[in-house]
């Protein structure tokens, strides 16, 4: 084994590890105190919302559902040797995702920060949504590459669940405001994800132009 492939195999590990780990973060909103995480920073009056209750619960067991069963969509080798449990989870994928966003596009109108967080998470839960609906209505068509790009675009916005856990303590760092942290966080959870998903998509574009596929 070479070291481009122990490094690929290294990343890939990585990339599963947290998707997997922040995709169970939910339990712990069930278990112990009510009052952890971002709960801590919402005012009593709208924890006892129980319309912002259900999109608040909604957007992270599903969005933690769809970060789950999404990552091993992106193996070729399970995709092609394990073709009937691939389309079974797309569309656990697929469904988990559009409730999840349209809860999260929900509870952003209350997000903490003010206006800048708000349509920060507004932008990314409707990217979300969008991204995964044109993915399943191109597989539905049989335009495999089509679904696959929207596919890619989809999951880089619910890959923000991670990136916001992984930037936001780096931020905290810097600054000693969590209000600003938490505002640029809105936005650089999702953004440079769906820019790396853009150069992935391009890159494996020209492979295929240069191989003819």
């Not at 920073?41 to 709208?46: A, C, G, Q």
């Not at 957007?59 to 992106?74: E, N, R, S």
């Amino acid at each position: 084994m070479n070291l481009k492939t122990i490094i690929i195999k290294g990343l890939w590990g990585i990339f599963a590890f947290l998707c997997i780990g922040v995709s169970l973060y939910p339990i712990k909103y069930f278990i112990g105190a009510k009052n952890v995480g971002l709960l801590a920073t919402k005012s009593p009056e709208l924890l006892l919302d129980s319309l912002w209750n259900t999109g608040f619960y909604g957007h992270i067991v599903f969005g933690g559902i769809a970060l789950l069963v999404g990552w091993a969509q992106f193996s070729k080798r399970f995709r092609t040797k394990r073709i009937k449990l691939h389309r079974i989870l797309g569309k656990v994928y697929s469904v988990s995702s559009v409730i999840s966003a349209l809860c999260g596009i929900g509870i952003a109108f209350s997000a903490t920060g003010g206006g800048v967080a708000q349509m920060g998470f507004i932008s990314l839960g409707i990217i979300w949504f969008a991204t995964t609906i044109v993915a399943y209505r191109y597989i539905k068509k049989g335009a495999v590459i089509k679904h696959q790009t929207f596919m890619f675009y989809s999951y880089a916005a619910c890959f923000a669940a991670v990136t916001l856990r992984v930037w936001l303590p780096i931020l905290l760092v810097f600054m000693d405001d969590f209000m600003v942290a938490y505002r640029i966080v809105a936005w650089l959870c999702w953004v440079p994800n769906l820019l790396f998903a853009w150069y992935m998509i391009h890159s494996m574009a020209r492979k295929r132009t240069i191989h003819g596929i």
